[in-house]
């Protein structure tokens, strides 16, 4: 089973940054890989980003590429989600979800994944 533990959510003003973090805890999978996730206000959750278990592949969705950049510290079993200029568009809650199964052209779906974290707010102000 695993554990997944976001932060670094919050309050932030239009074009401004959030570092997200997800954490796993528990026993992972040497395969897997994490993506994160956001749903906003009366919207479907919608894919944003993954990243493989080594890092070497990443993968984005269209409406975040050259904004948002994935990264992961194997060492303390974290993926981060870096967000520059932020938009009023990007509030939603943002959620991480890790799968076991291995890097995969499905890795955009989220019935990809097998583990989620609780989510965090991201609001961003006009």
């Known amino acids: 089973q695993v554990q997944l533990v976001e932060s670094g959510g919050g309050l932030v003003q239009t074009g401004g940054s959030l570092r997200l973090s997800c954490t796993a805890v528990g026993r992972i999978s040497g395969g897997s890989a994490t993506g994160w996730f956001r749903q906003g206000p009366g919207k479907d959750r919608e894919f944003l980003a993954a990243?493989?278990?080594?890092?070497?592949?990443?993968y984005y969705a269209d409406s975040v590429k050259g904004r948002f950049t994935i990264s992961r510290d194997g060492a303390k079993n974290t993926v981060y989600l870096q967000m520059n200029g932020l938009k009023p568009e990007d509030t939603a809650v943002y959620y991480c979800?890790?799968?076991?199964?291995?890097?995969?052209?499905?890795?955009?779906?989220?019935?990809?994944?097998?583990?989620w974290g609780q989510g965090t707010q991201v609001t961003v102000s006009s």
């Open positions: 979800a890790s799968e076991k199964s291995g890097w995969s052209r499905f890795i955009h779906l989220q019935s990809s994944y097998d583990y």
């Open positions: 990243i493989n278990w080594s890092g070497t592949n990443t």
